[in-house]
């Protein structure tokens, strides 16, 4: 059979099974491709939340093993503290018993050493302890013992020995004891009316004020008081305390420091008078000379009930003033003894008042006052004078002129000055200063022993070579001094 162009072929059979089989397969690969993205994109979001999931655990598993570390840390750190003080305190613990042991070993030596007492020496119950001088901060005064002085600053000294017990004895010891408290207590008592308004016959000086605690200025620092008990035969009181300041709390700007005699200018005072025809010498002493200097900013302490006398608290009605700790707060209106600035305001106020009668300090000698036209010179430590005059008038005209302002005892014969005893015989131009009783009394205050064999020099003795040999001094040390 032959085809030509215009031959016409049947049309092909269509397969409709298979047209609508290749239908459905083309949809359901639609869907499953649609399925696959539906599924994949949820994997995508599980995955993503379970990092985040694990990050924040393992940040949070981080986090709580450092917290762990941290406080281990800080407890290793305080045990560390706690065994560094343990340690600290067994050192200082070691270095007391350390000290203790060597003290007693020195002890037993010198007792192995020391020879029994006769009984013509003085053992310490048999001296009585050196006078003692009050000398205000900030000055220089010739106590009993030469150019050196307690200081009232420090904190209660032994006083008193007791003859019972042979014990050193404060302040708050004695007005406690059953046999001297009363004596105490009633010195004690002096001494608060006489700083304060008075008690029973005692005129008081208004040095002090008893006053509630609100009444202290916050700007004040509240300092606490000292108390120094003496026996001094030569006074009208032999028993005597004394109330001081303690002046390291003050704060003070201003200059304190006054110029005050020395020792060495009561000498060269003796010599004159006794070098001068005629003249003669006087100890005029100021009672309560610190205590009538007004202070221009007061100053405040604090002192406890259990050291003052039943008879000023019942005077001045201190239990109501007290606070929780019994403690009474007192306003100084007046200088008095410690107090930083009490000795160069009570000179500054006598300079003022002698100074229109004549008398003025000397330029270049601390402590010795001139008079312009008489020779009434004296020397000035702290609150002592001693006088030199040619006639009784100069001598009434001078004590006259302190009369004014102070009230003042006179010792015409000028036998005792600071501590000092003086002899004079102006006759044949002669003075003699001693301190009896010194040594032996210095000696039992530092409780020292005879030695078995005494020592009178005070290096060893070079001892002498006899013989054809020649002696030769021995060569002088060349070694160098050792540094700072």
């Known amino acids: 059979m032959e085809f030509t162009s215009d031959t016409e072929f049947p049309p092909l059979p269509t397969n409709k099974k298979q047209k609508s089989t290749t239908s459905i397969t083309t949809e359901e690969q639609t869907n499953n491709d649609t399925s696959q993205k539906s599924t994949k994109a949820n994997g995508d979001t599980l995955t993503s939340t379970t990092v985040q999931e694990a990050i924040a655990d393992a940040i949070q598993k981080v986090e709580d093993k450092f917290k762990e570390t941290l406080n281990s840390l800080q407890n290793k750190i305080k045990e560390s503290n706690a065994m560094q ?20 070993m020195t002890t037993l030596t010198i007792q192995a050493n020391t020879p029994k007492r006769s009984e013509t020496q003085v053992t310490p119950k048999d001296v009585s302890p050196p006078r003692k001088k009050l000398v205000p901060h900030g000055t220089m005064k010739t106590p009993d013992k030469p150019m050196k002085g307690p200081n009232p ?57 008893f006053i509630p605690p609100h009444e202290v200025p916050k700007n004040k620092t509240v300092t606490y008081a000292c108390f120094v008990a003496d026996i001094r035969p030569q006074k009208a009181e032999p028993n005597r305390v004394r109330m001081t300041i303690g002046g390291n709390l003050i704060q003070y700007d201003g200059d304190v420091s006054s110029p005050t005699g020395s020792l060495t200018t009561y000498k060269l005072h003796c010599n004159d008078v006794v070098s001068t025809p005629d003249a003669r010498c006087l100890n005029p002493d100021i009672e309560n000379y610190y205590l009538n200097t007004p202070l221009p900013d007061p100053e405040y302490m604090k002192v406890n009930l259990s050291l003052i006398p039943d008879e000023i608290i019942d005077a001045y009605h201190l239990n109501q003033l007290a606070d929780a700790n019994r403690n009474v707060y007192i306003r100084l209106n007046k200088g008095m003894y410690g107090l930083p600035q009490a000795g160069i305001l009570a000179y500054q106020l006598l300079v003022k008042r002698l100074k229109p009668f004549g008398y003025a300090p000397c330029r270049h ?31 009434d005209d001078f004590l006259n002129l302190l009369r004014r302002w102070y009230t003042i005892k006179v010792d015409w014969d000028a036998k005792l000055y600071c501590g000092i005893q003086t002899d004079w015989d102006y006759a044949n131009r002669k003075v003699t200063l001693s301190m009896p009783g010194y040594i032996t009394s210095f000696l039992s205050e530092i409780d020292h022993s005879m030695p078995t064999k005494p020592q009178h020099a005070p290096h060893p003795h070079l001892p002498i070579t006899y013989g054809k040999t020649p002696q030769y001094a021995e060569e002088p040390d060349q070694t160098p001094p050792l540094g700072p």
């Open 85 to 104: 003080q343990e340690m600290k305190m067994l050192q200082e613990q070691n270095a007391a018993l350390q000290l203790q042991l060597t003290t007693l």
């Open 365 to 395: 000698t601390p402590g010795y006052w001139t008079h312009d036209k008489s020779h009434t010179w004296f020397v000035l430590v702290v609150d002592d004078f001693s006088v030199k005059y040619l006639n009784k008038q100069a001598a």
């Open 153 to 209: 600053n420090r904190p209660q000294t032994p006083d008193y020995t007791d003859d019972d017990t042979g014990k050193l004895l404060e302040h708050r010891h004695l007005i406690r004891h059953p046999r001297l408290g009363p004596t105490w207590r009633h010195a004690a008592a002096n001494e608060f009316g006489r700083l304060a308004q008075g008690i029973r016959d005692i005129p008081g000086t208004d040095t002090i004020t």
